[in-house]
């Protein structure tokens, strides 16, 4: 069924409530009925603001289905036996996956020169021989992959430099493409050219704008299905670094503090958390301080 429109779309606009036929809509009872579940089992806030973006999102999932409108998509959502499946891309639909290599590129540049020499140092990791990292809420994966070619360019000069970085998200889809480590021409151009060369391949004849990680790069990077809230994260091991980066602005601020102090418990003393730029943790009731933008450092003794 090809869905029709009241209007043409603004050009960079989606379409919005307004342009929708009445008859695809989302009525106000099911969007709340939707936006309670998406709050309840993934944290994010789901202001009446949200709706058309939601609408926009759910279109072509409802069109896979071959369904009529979104209210019918809500009643096939929220009933057995396919509510359990369905939520899978329900959850892939309602979260926002914005991510880039080097994003906020401060982080990388304060890692290399100020956390990975000083961590390099301490007996902990002199005992245990690896940096380890998580990336939390890593997406399609170039933010674990861009910490990969950091950490082993560091490692070029320093053969006893070791680390190992696990990522997670609670998107099925991301985590998929971010396994894969295949990116098209245009996303990786702000890797350096030099780091280009070294850690991604080229595509050949019908693949040639496409890149992939080069293996040795992927074997640093593990991938896990987590959602933030849930109360036991069930990650056995203990991070000299973690980034959790933009991803708190979808939650209000009580959730923010749960979720960084589950995090917390995953950081070694003296460990560093990055957070985003836009994001702040001020007012927050959490073992950290501040040691750089947006940085972080578990206090000792706790
Ligand atoms: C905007 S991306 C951030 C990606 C990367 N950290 C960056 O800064 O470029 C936010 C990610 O958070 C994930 N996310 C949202 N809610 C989550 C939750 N409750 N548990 C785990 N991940 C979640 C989304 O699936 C999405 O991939």
């Known amino acids: 069924m090809a869905f029709r429109l009241w209007a043409h779309r603004m050009p960079g606009n989606s379409p919005s409530a307004d342009i929708l036929e009445p008859a695809i809509r989302l009525s106000q009872q099911n969007y709340e009925k939707m936006a309670e579940f998406v709050t ?51 959850i892939d639909a309602m979260t926002t996956n914005k991510t880039d290599f080097f994003r906020e590129p401060k982080h990388f540049d304060y ?42 360019e560091y490692a070029l000069t320093r053969p006893q430099f070791d680390f190992q970085i696990l990522s997670t998200d609670i998107s099925t889809r991301v985590l998929l493409t971010a ?12 890797v350096p050219r030099e780091l280009r060369r070294r850690y991604l391949l080229n595509g050949k004849g019908e693949y040639r704008s496409l890149v992939r990680v080069r293996p040795e790069l992927r074997r640093r990077v593990s991938f896990h299905q987590l959602n933030f809230m849930d109360e036991d994260y069930r990650v056995k091991q203990i991070f000299d670094i973690v980034f959790c980066r933009n991803v708190l602005i979808y939650f209000d601020r009580a959730t923010q503090e749960s979720v ?11 460990g560093y958390l990055f957070i985003s730029h836009s994001e702040s943790l001020s007012g927050l009731n959490l073992p950290l301080t501040s040691v750089g ?8 003794g706790l």
């Open 179 to 190: 396994k894969d480590g295949i990116y098209s021409r245009h996303q990786i151009e702000p």
């Open 260 to 270: 960084i102090g589950k995090i917390c418990r995953n950081l070694v003393q003296g």
């Open 40 to 90: 309840r089992e993934l944290g994010i806030k789901m202001p009446a603001s949200k709706k058309s973006m939601v609408q926009s999102r759910l279109l072509r999932r409802v069109r896979e289905l071959g369904m009529q409108s979104l209210d019918e998509y809500c009643e096939y959502l929220f009933s057995p036996p396919h509510s359990a499946d369905e939520r899978v891309h329900f």
């Open 293 to 300: 933008a947006s940085c972080f450092q578990k206090q000792e």
């Open 111 to 152: 890692l290399t020169q100020k956390v990975l020499p000083e961590l390099e140092g301490t007996a902990v990791h002199k005992l245990k021989k690896k940096i380890t990292v998580w990336s939390a809420a890593c997406s399609t994966g170039e933010e674990p992959y861009t910490l990969a070619m950091i950490m082993s």
